[in-house]
């Protein structure tokens, strides 16, 4: 926990950007009946019954310091999808950073490692040397801002049906597009100080000092 909080109070430096990642599953839901449209004083209706059409991944991509964010939509989260979120961190999103200093959950696919499966080793390696890597405790996953921007991300977008992939990719490209145009930075005020009064009970407890004796 104090590693990541110690990340977040580096000043923002554009050579070494802080780039949290994060993911989220959105069910793919479509209406078995028609709508009934809106009208004066009467809103959109639609019928309590729905169709399941599969699910969808969602990778958020967001620099707090700059109010940045990319949302990259797709069918699974496997570590060769996460393998190509690193590569578009690297060589799409920031080719000229001299190291991505990298935020994260502990999900298991979240390891440099899976580079190793998704390239041959000489480009796995180049890629690997792009990032630093810091991870939130388990049990911690508010750490990472990712994870509230995701939530934003639902709130704002994904809380309602959509039926299938590309309606949701192009909806999410929309929500990406409008709040990257009035960026919405990132002001982290819980510091490790903090954690340590306010999270005292998680810290391991310290056993007392021994005094010395006198001989008198």
Known sequence: MEDVLDVYKRPYDPKRPLVNVDEASKQLVADVTARLPMRPGQPERMDYEYERRGTANLFMMFEPLAGWRRVKV??????????????????????????????????????????????????????????????????????????????????QCLNRRIENKSLLTSEVNAWERDRNEQPVRVDWQFTTNDARIKLKSLYPAQAPTNSSKSDH
């Open 74 to 155: 797709t069918d699974r989260r496997t570590k060769l999808d996460f393998a190509e979120v690193l590569k578009d961190l690297s060589d799409v999103h920031y080719p000229h950073a001299e190291k991505i200093v990298l935020v994260m959950d502990n999900l298991n696919t979240h390891k440099l490692s899976v580079l190793y499966e998704a390239f041959d080793p000489p480009e796995a390696h180049r890629l690997s040397e792009r990032f630093e890597t810091h991870y939130t405790p388990k049990h911690a996953s508010w750490l990472n801002i990712a994870e509230c921007e995701l939530s934003v991300l639902s709130r």
